[in-house]
């Protein structure tokens, strides 16, 4: 019996001892286990991300039926329609080749005999066909992230597609065509001498702007297509970006690019849908792969809409404008020139490298030394540009003209360039 109690006691000690120690323990487990929660944090920049949710946020209402009139113009039915273009992209282009299959056939059966024994004219296309059934995988890809984004569902998109189709109006497939072509261009590796064509000019002179990273400068890039070159600003560290487009079809496929999450992860072909100026049928036929480079959407805030008004409250917000290929996009000319020289802040620059080439029924239409002397007349300065920007276009400015591609096969035996126009000007203090 006092063997027993004798255990009892040394085992109530030891256990008395370990909860002794135990709780000396406690303050050392509770520090490390703070230390390892902290070791692992996350740090979000909540100004940045409560930016793109006050966007988004902006973009949902935008997108509301019931804000404004509903009609072709509206947001939301802009938006409708080019998803259903991009959901249509395969019958589109079947279509063209079902025609150019009939016109095959106006050729007399024993010329088409020679052609099948020599070239195989038939074969070449069946192969476009099935690879139409390739880029049709993207463009759906496209339309599934879209719906998600924008917050669509897949009833109202069928509604809207079979009401479009009830009442005969085509989808527009050189808008689709276009969109996706930007791929290459902007998230390509085949697209890389185009960029440093049209990049480099632009990058340069934002990267000897005098910057720090705890107070970055804002950057506009309006008209900014699938968001290349934004996303390039981006990465020189000491910017906070912001692109605009106007384009629902560019849009979707910016978004879309924007959530990849492998490089060069998806294989398309962009060059079946033109035949003209191949120098083979393999360099018509070739895929290209994208995204060469992974683009954070959270390194740039990407604002939809006009760019006459969408950024109607937000006068003299921007230390730097850059417009690349895009100022004679404008239906009015003035009014872009106004909107930049307002969104400046007093000593903020515009950066412009682009072509003169207007769109369809623009108010005006003027010449690279009209246009100086009106943005002379608004309120900028031009100044100084680096030579390597090419020759002075106008004896007594600062312009400078450089050959740059644009939406160009590289391979192609047409080449299709402008001699874009590269400035910088400045908003008086």
């Known amino acids: 019996?006092?063997?027993?109690?004798?255990?009892?006691?040394?085992?109530?000690?030891?256990?008395?001892?370990?909860?002794?120690?135990?709780?000396?323990?406690?303050?050392?487990?509770?520090?490390?286990?703070?230390?390892?929660?902290?070791?692992?944090?996350?740090?979000?920049?909540?100004?940045?991300?409560?930016r793109h949710a006050d966007e988004h946020g902006r973009l949902q209402h935008q997108l509301q039926r019931s804000n404004g009139k509903w009609d072709s113009s509206h947001p939301r039915h802009r938006l409708l329609t080019a998803l259903h273009g991009f959901c249509r992209y395969k019958e589109r282009n079947l279509a063209e080749t079902k025609k150019w299959r009939d016109w095959y056939k106006q050729i007399p059966k024993r010329?088409?005999?020679?052609?099948?024994?020599?070239?195989?004219?038939?074969r070449k296309l069946n192969t476009v066909d099935h690879l139409f059934e390739t880029n049709e995988r993207v463009a759906h890809a496209i339309v599934d992230n879209g719906l998600r984004f924008y917050n669509i569902s897949q009833t109202e998109l069928d509604e809207f597609t079979q009401e479009n189709e009830r009442e005969g109006r085509a989808t527009?497939?050189?808008?689709?065509?276009?969109?996706?072509k930007h791929f290459v261009r902007d998230w390509s590796a085949e697209g890389l001498d185009e960029r440093q064509e049209a990049f480099p000019c632009v990058l340069n002179a934002l990267a000897n702007v005098s910057r720090a990273a705890h107070h970055p400068m804002r950057v506009l890039v309006p008209g900014a297509g699938i968001g290349r070159l934004a996303h390039d600003i981006s990465g020189l560290g000491g910017f906070e970006v912001t692109m605009n487009e106007w384009s629902a079809y560019m849009n979707l496929a910016y978004r879309y690019v924007s959530e990849l999450?492998?490089?060069?992860?998806?294989?398309?072909?962009?060059?079946?849908?033109?035949?003209?100026?191949?120098?083979?049928?393999?360099?018509?036929?070739?895929?290209?792969?994208?995204?060469?480079?992974?683009?954070?959407?959270l390194s740039v805030l990407s604002v939809e809409g006009d760019f006459t008004t969408v950024f109607a409250a937000e006068t003299g917000k921007y230390d730097v404008i850059?417009?690349?290929?895009?100022?004679?996009?404008?239906?009015?000319?003035?009014?872009?020139?106004?909107?930049?020289?307002?969104?400046?802040?007093?000593?903020?620059?515009?950066?412009?490298?682009?072509?003169l080439l207007y769109g369809s029924a623009p108010f005006l239409q003027l010449s690279l030394d009209e246009i100086v002397a009106l943005s002379e007349r608004i309120g900028f300065k031009f100044e100084e540009t680096e030579a390597t920007c090419g020759e002075i276009t106008v004896t007594g400015t600062t312009i400078r003209g450089k050959e740059v591609a644009y939406a160009r096969n590289g391979r192609g035996l047409s080449k299709n360039a402008y001699e874009a126009q590269f400035w910088q000007a400045k908003k008086p203090e």
């Open 322 to 355: 850059v417009t690349l290929f895009f100022i004679d996009t404008a239906r009015n000319l003035v009014s872009y020139l106004e909107n930049i020289h307002r969104l400046l802040r007093p000593g903020g620059r515009w950066i412009n490298l682009g072509p």
């Open 261 to 297: 999450s492998v490089p060069d992860g998806v294989v398309f072909h962009p060059y079946i849908d033109w035949w003209s100026h191949h120098a083979t049928t393999t360099d018509l036929q070739r895929p290209v792969s994208f995204p060469d480079q992974l683009a954070d959407p």
């Open 1 to 50: 019996m006092l063997h027993r109690l004798l255990l009892f006691v040394l085992c109530l000690a030891y256990a008395n001892a370990a909860i002794w120690r135990f709780s000396e323990l406690v303050p050392q487990i509770r520090q490390a286990i703070t230390q390892i929660f902290v070791t692992n944090l996350t740090v979000i920049d909540s100004a940045e991300s409560n």
């Open 172 to 180: 527009d497939k050189t808008s689709v065509s276009q969109a996706m």
């Open 111 to 122: 010329q088409r005999s020679i052609v099948e024994s020599s070239v195989h004219y038939t």
